[in-house]
């Protein structure tokens, strides 16, 4: 079997995907005209071309304004579902979302409008192609902790009833340490929220330790300069601390020069909990199979490395032990044939 099957057979689940990331060019131009948003592109290949970032705050620029042609609840149900049907033909069996409420509300939808349209398209995501799924909002890190306490306020009803199930940080890394989110974080886990944030993407190594120590997150999203520590790499081995690695996205946005350089491998031999995910699949060029074929022939990993990035994402996902067990069993029995 070539490595795309192979990858593609086995289950897995994805944990670090921005719904907002899967906007694809030919949505993007159809909710500009059904919501009358003017947008300064004319067509896909236009679009297409603007993504050509250098850095982290490029692509955020172009992220934010892309929004901004979301603004009612079907929009965002069309969004989830399009993501949904994608990921699934690509193997996914479970995913872990991230949205941005505040990159709505400052537009003036209301943060209902936007949790409710993905919300239908999950539940309808698991009905139609049997992924099941956890939703986790992200608070932009350029903002105030007092901005992200407002619109965890908002979210409250959603966390008691386990709608949304976990808090993340993204946005602009540099400058916008964990340490400012550790009031809010720690609020969050209080109310039984799983946490996760973005370090080591752009930013230094001491703030994916900020992250596990000040936040106390269960799940460091990229994690890649960690590797700039050694003594950190080998407490997060330690601890089995999952890293939600994006490689296209790192080649996007000037992490690595070209993916045979990327640190996949000498994170997965340093011991550490790494998963792949696409990040932004929309912006990036490649969904959740992409980026695992493409690490995976620039750095020539071979099937018994594969099969670990598959049991390290279900491992490292917050779904419950059974079906923890139901996954990693017919991972197993999938390696067991090929092996
Ligand atoms: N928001 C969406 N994608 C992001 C990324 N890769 N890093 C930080 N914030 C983000
Ligand atoms: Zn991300």
């Known amino acids: ?26 949505l993007m131009i159809r909710l500009a005209a059904r919501n009358k948003v003017e947008i300064p592109f004319r067509s896909v290949e236009e679009i297409r071309a603007a993504y050509r970032f250098t850095r982290l705050q490029d692509f955020l620029d172009i992220y934010y304004r892309g929004m901004d042609v979301l603004r009612a609840e079907e929009d965002f149900h069309e969004l989830t579902l399009a993501y949904l049907e994608r990921v699934a033909a690509d193997g996914a069996v479970h995913v872990e979302v991230f949205f941005d409420p505040q990159g709505h509300t ?24 049997g992924i099941t799924s956890l939703l986790i909002m992200c608070v932009l890190r350029h903002l105030t902790e007092d901005e992200g ?6 979210a409250e009803p959603y966390i008691a009833d386990e709608r949304i199930a976990g808090l993340g940080l993204d946005s602009t890394e540099k400058d916008n340490p964990p340490a400012r989110f550790e009031r809010l974080f720690a609020a969050a886990r209080e109310a039984g929220l799983r946490l996760v944030a973005h370090a080591g993407e752009e930013g230094p190594a001491s703030y994916v330790a900020d992250a596990v120590d000040r936040l106390r997150v269960d799940r460091i999203d990229h994690g890649n300069r960690a590797l700039e ?60 199979l992409d980026n695992c074929v493409a690490v995976a022939e620039a750095l020539g990993l071979e099937a018994a490395d594969l099969v670990t990035l598959a049991r390290n994402s279900i491992e490292g996902s917050f779904l419950d032990a059974p079906a923890r067990k139901t996954h990693l069993d017919s991972i197993d029995r999938i390696a067991a044939m090929e092996g």
């Open 106 to 129: 400052a537009r003036g939808i209301p943060f209902t409008t936007v949790a409710d349209g993905i919300l239908a398209g999950l539940a309808e995501g698991h009905e139609r192609f």
């Open 1 to 26: 079997m070539d490595l795309s099957s192979y990858f593609r057979a086995l289950p897995k689940a994805e944990l670090h995907l921005h719904l907002e990331g899967t906007l694809e060019p030919e």
């Open 149 to 154: 306490f407002a619109t965890y306020r908002e």
């Open 229 to 288: 520590d050694p003594a950190l790499v080998r407490r997060l081995a330690q601890r089995g601390m999952t890293l939600t690695v994006c490689p296209l996205s790192n080649l996007r946005l000037g992490g690595v020069a070209n993916l045979k350089q990327h640190p996949l491998k000498r994170m997965l031999d340093a011991g550490l909990k790494v998963t792949v995910n696409s990040d932004d699949p929309a912006y990036f060029g490649g969904y959740l």
